[in-house]
């Protein structure tokens, strides 16, 4: 199979490594990629809306599987566009349809789809500039702490909890009066605050049938003993020790099931994803989130553990045969920590020259996934972001695959380099 992943993260770079490893994977290209994509497969310079582009490639390429990594094409319709094309009519497209991708690209779409479904979330409510005063007035008389959400996406910026009333109208004038994330916050949704652990669950799909592939505990924030500004994740740890067989059934009752059979009763085309965000309150699952492809930095952590082959798993999708798949996991425990650059999640500087990576000695069952690196005009590896690279590694307990990953991390450098010391710490 010629395969195509698009995307450019630590995300794709684990894909890549995943993916190359199938015995169905004649040739593996990346759009745009990385410097660590570039080890499992080939780089092309392509834009991830450039749907046109995309889909020459795709036929000059001869591609038989995209794998699409990022939510915006998904959430802008490129399953519709690349299936209407009748050259590629019979390519494996791991994406949901645009329709479908209204789980992630419209908060409003998916507390309605819960809603409809009876899947456990929290109240909400929904305001736009046409009913303004009707929100304040709400956000006023709402307990605290109080939850506002951008209706659409918004970078993984656009979720705020107010600790106080006068933050909530704050927050809620700037997204609505003030446009802060465009066209994203002319609706935005308020939810009670849930009080519990965030955990997240990935199913793979083919709308009807399902497969869970893995779950994982993300750190969102900067600082030690989560502490400081939210992130886009600062480390993973997977399997979670509470999210045994008992609490992942309630997910699969209460959550998965009636996500799936909504999916069918709604018509919504889906291949590909789904991203649980979940919120264990008190051994109750609830959804916080819907996202419709893999998370990241949970990819760099889930799929070290997944034992079965990624791309076989692509095509039982794809042919009716998801159900019948046998999902197997290492029995050992992983966990992912994210080196990031000085200043991030605030400003920080890219360009950065990465010293000693090529003489880093590690284990086998540990990984380096490049999630912001580049190849800079004098072919040094350079950081290109905030998030610069994630290390996964594999222990007999998650204190020991820390200590692993924070082992190689003394190895690496580049000028004002983080990362948190303490993932994992409340499972010590």
Same mark, same amino acid.
């Given at each position: 199979?010629?395969?195509?992943?698009?995307?450019?993260?630590?995300?794709?770079?684990?894909?890549?490594?995943?993916?190359?490893?199938?015995?169905?994977?004649?040739? +593996?290209?990346?759009?745009?990629?990385?410097?660590?994509?570039?080890?499992?497969?080939?780089? !092309?310079?392509?834009?991830?809306? #450039?749907?046109?582009?995309?889909?020459?490639?795709?036929?000059?390429?001869?591609?038989?599987?995209?794998?699409? %990594?990022?939510?915006?094409?998904? !959430?802008?319709?490129?399953?519709?566009?690349?299936?209407?094309?009748?050259?590629?009519?019979?390519?494996?497209?791991?994406?949901?349809?645009?329709?479908?991708?209204? +789980?992630?690209?419209?908060?409003?779409?998916?507390?309605?789809?819960?809603?409809?479904?009876?899947?456990?979330?929290?109240?909400?409510?929904?305001?736009?500039?046409?009913?303004?005063?009707?929100?304040?007035?709400?956000?006023?008389?709402?307990?605290?702490?109080?939850?506002?959400?951008?209706?659409?996406?918004?970078?993984?910026?656009? !979720? &705020?909890?107010?600790?106080?009333?006068?933050?909530?109208? #704050?927050?809620?004038?700037?997204?609505?009066?003030?446009?802060?994330?465009?066209?994203?916050?002319?609706?935005?949704? &308020?939810?009670?605050?849930?009080?519990?652990?965030?955990?997240?669950?990935?199913?793979?799909? #083919?709308?009807?049938?399902?497969?869970?592939? %893995?779950?994982?505990?993300?750190?969102?924030?900067?600082?030690?003993?989560?502490?400081?500004?939210?992130?886009?994740?600062?480390?993973?740890? =997977?399997?979670?020790?509470?999210?045994?067989?008992?609490?992942?059934?309630?997910?699969?009752?209460?959550?998965?099931?009636?996500?799936?059979?909504?999916?069918?009763?709604?018509?919504?085309?889906?291949?590909?994803?789904?991203?649980?965000?979940?919120?264990?309150?008190?051994?109750?699952?609830?959804?916080?989130?819907?996202?419709?492809?893999?998370?990241?930095?949970?990819?760099?952590?889930?799929?070290?553990?997944?034992?079965? #082959? +990624?791309?076989?798993?692509?095509?039982?999708?794809?042919?009716?045969?998801?159900?019948?798949?046998?999902?197997?996991?290492?029995?050992?425990?992983?966990?992912?920590?994210?080196?990031?650059?000085? %200043?991030?999640?605030?400003?920080?500087?890219?360009?950065?020259?990465?010293?000693?990576?090529?003489?880093?000695?590690?284990?086998?069952? =540990?990984?380096?996934?490049?999630?912001?690196?580049?190849?800079?005009?004098?072919?040094?590896?350079?950081?290109?972001?905030?998030?610069?690279?994630?290390?996964?590694?594999?222990?007999?307990?998650?204190?020991?695959?820390?200590?692993? %990953?924070?082992?190689?991390?003394?190895?690496?450098?580049?000028?004002?380099?983080?990362?948190?010391?303490?993932?994992?710490?409340?499972?010590?």
């Amino acid at each position: 199979m010629n395969i195509l992943l698009l995307g450019s993260g630590g995300r794709e770079n684990a894909l890549a490594w995943k993916m190359q490893q199938s015995h169905h994977c004649s040739q +593996l290209f990346i759009a745009p990629g990385n410097p660590g994509t570039a080890a499992y497969g080939t780089n !092309v310079a392509l834009t991830l809306l #450039d749907f046109e582009a995309i889909k020459q490639f795709c036929i000059d390429n001869k591609i038989q599987l995209v794998m699409v %990594g990022p939510e915006e094409p998904l !959430v802008k319709g490129i399953y519709d566009f690349l299936k209407n094309t009748e050259e590629l009519k019979n390519m494996v497209i791991v994406a949901p349809s645009a329709a479908a991708s209204q +789980l992630e690209g419209s908060k409003a779409f998916a507390k309605e789809f819960m809603q409809k479904n009876n899947i456990p979330t929290a109240a909400y409510a929904e305001f736009t500039i046409d009913n303004y005063e009707d929100g304040r007035t709400y956000l006023q008389q709402h307990s605290l702490p109080i939850v506002l959400k951008a209706d659409g996406l918004a970078a993984g910026k656009g !979720v &705020v909890i107010c600790e106080s009333h006068s933050q909530a109208l #704050d927050v809620f004038e700037e997204m609505i009066v003030n446009k802060q994330f465009g066209n994203a916050s002319s609706k935005v949704v &308020v939810e009670e605050f849930l009080q519990g652990i965030e955990v997240s669950v990935f199913v793979l799909t #083919d709308g009807k049938d399902y497969q869970i592939i %893995g779950h994982a505990k993300d750190y969102k924030r900067i600082g030690e003993g989560d502490t400081g500004l939210n992130t886009g994740g600062m480390g993973c740890v =997977s399997p979670v020790p509470f999210m045994n067989d008992v609490f992942m059934q309630k997910v699969d009752e209460k959550i998965i099931k009636p996500t799936i059979q909504g999916l069918q009763n709604d018509h919504l085309i889906y291949n590909g994803f789904v991203f649980l965000g979940l919120m264990n309150c008190n051994g109750q699952p609830y959804v916080i989130e819907y996202n419709c492809r893999l998370g990241d930095p949970e990819t760099e952590v889930i799929l070290p553990r997944l034992e079965t #082959d +990624l791309v076989s798993l692509f095509a039982a999708m794809d042919n009716g045969t998801l159900i019948d798949a046998n999902i197997e996991y290492n029995e050992g425990f992983f966990t992912t920590v994210m080196a990031v650059s000085a %200043g991030y999640p605030g400003d920080y500087k890219k360009n950065v020259l990465i010293s000693q990576l090529a003489n880093v000695s590690m284990e086998k069952t =540990s990984f380096i996934f490049h999630a912001g690196t580049k190849i800079d005009a004098e072919n040094n590896l350079v950081t290109n972001g905030g998030r610069v690279m994630a290390i996964t590694s594999q222990g007999n307990s998650i204190k020991e695959s820390v200590e692993k %990953g924070k082992q190689i991390l003394s190895q690496i450098n580049f000028e004002g380099m983080y990362f948190r010391s303490d993932i994992g710490y409340e499972f010590e």
